[in-house]
């Protein structure tokens, strides 16, 4: 039992704020992403600086309390929390600096990818990321990484230089090329394991208006949208990154009354080369595939198109997801699909299959911790709901989803979209790194201090 000197004196101590179950803001604070997930921790450390974060891993540490690292709080799973332990909350620490003459970004670790997109925009530079602004830059980075820049810049993590770690025994390192090279290999592709990153150093490309949107079809024309596209994706320019989505064309605005909740097959596009070339790179999909129902492509600046799925996805509603690399899309796969999409439990309920080709794969698998560099996209279905009642639909469906297509995909799954699945899934991800990210993690963590997380045991 902790006694409350103790804990005093640690809040004293914090620049940031510590929040208990008897404060007000408590509910509030202890509150996740993905409602589905209802974590009580014993308290939760809103850290200001790096010197909180540091006061805050002695403490943890010291009072053997379970300790959880919150970034953006947007994991699946909840992994950003615990239940009677400590949250190291990073929201405070969302300070982003660019350098415009070196197209690199600083950036703190409580940011969420749209606060990383706003600053860089203002220099016409972007940072390789995901495609929902309010997920946090953390947890994303540190699990890999893929959007609309991946085929053209490469995973988040293959633009990361360097990141500011506090270890389990409170020492702060910077980690890069240079510097502790066997933690700066691990903490890309690695989650959470090895330390509290307090910052990242990433590089930014030229990056400002682009061309991109959904363009929607009938659900029925989705066979011949994914087999066209299968073929298409390895021979289109990495200018152009268009992505599967697969779901129902949901209630308000910007969708006309009369298509709201048809069942629909989409390709979301982002085209990033010269804009007077944008319309030429998109005719291919506009005019060998049968005429959409919706299209909703064009220009805008990069944030905006980052931030499209942003209102149709506001914190608190019920996630439940199932995902895998895939390498190659058969027809039975595809038929698959809209099986499955033909019984989806909820408006908002997905599929998305996101290439990780071009850029990605030109970095080798031992290269980073990042195995999986042979498999062409990263396949999630996300059973999504505001009412907590359809919880257990949305989980039967995602599963039964899943275990139709898993057969025709590769073992692992990208694990910023896994659930908690058990080491089997997470050796079958990292593949033959695993073994190199046990020797770290035995280095680093040798008492596996931070294990809130897709967890490598020490060797
Ligand atoms: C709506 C939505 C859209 C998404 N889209 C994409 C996408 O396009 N591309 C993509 O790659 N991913 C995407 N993701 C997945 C996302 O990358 C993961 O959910 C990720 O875990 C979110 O990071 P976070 O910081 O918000 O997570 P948190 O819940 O805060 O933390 C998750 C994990 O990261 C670790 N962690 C967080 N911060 C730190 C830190 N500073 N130091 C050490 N460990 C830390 C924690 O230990 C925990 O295990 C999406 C998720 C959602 C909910």
Known sequence: MLNTTTIDKFKAGLRGELIQRSDPQYEEARKLYNAMIDKKPLMIARC???????????????NNLLTAIRGGGHNGPGLGSCDDGLVIDLSLMNGVRVDPKNHTVRVE?????GQVDHAAHAFGLAVPAGVVSSTGIAGLTLGGGHGYLARK???????????????ADGSLVTASATQHPDLFWALRGGGGNFGVVTSFLYKAHPVSMVYGGPIFWELNDAPKVMKWYREFLPKASVDLSPFVHLGTIPAGEPFPENLRGKKTCALVICYTGPMEKAEEAVKPIRQQLPPPMLDLAG????????????????????????????????????????EHMNKVPSELSIAHIY????????VGRQDTAWNCRDATWSMVICGIDPNP??????????????????PYNLKGAYLNFM???????IRATYGDNYGRLAAVKTKYDPANFFRVNQNIKPA
């Open 389 to 406: 009642a359809n919880a257990q639909a949305l989980k039967t469906w995602a599963w039964e989803y899943w275990e139709a297509l898993h």
């Open 48 to 62: 200001a600086d790096v010197a909180d974060v540091i006061s805050a891993v002695h403490f943890g540490r010291e």
């Open 109 to 113: 670790a409580g940011c969420t990818q």
């Open 419 to 425: 659930m908690e699945e058990g080491e089997e899934r």
């Open 355 to 362: 290439p990780i080709d071009g850029a990605v794969h030109k």
């Open 299 to 338: 220009p805008l600046p990069f944030p905006a198109l980052q931030g499209l799925f942003d209102p149709l996805l506001p914190k608190g509603m019920q996630w439940y997801w199932k995902a895998d690399f895939v390498r190659d899309l058969p027809d039975r796969a595809i038929e698959l699909h809209v």
């Open 153 to 167: 810049f490469g995973l988040t993590i293959d633009n990361l230089l360097e990141a500011d770690v506090v270890l």
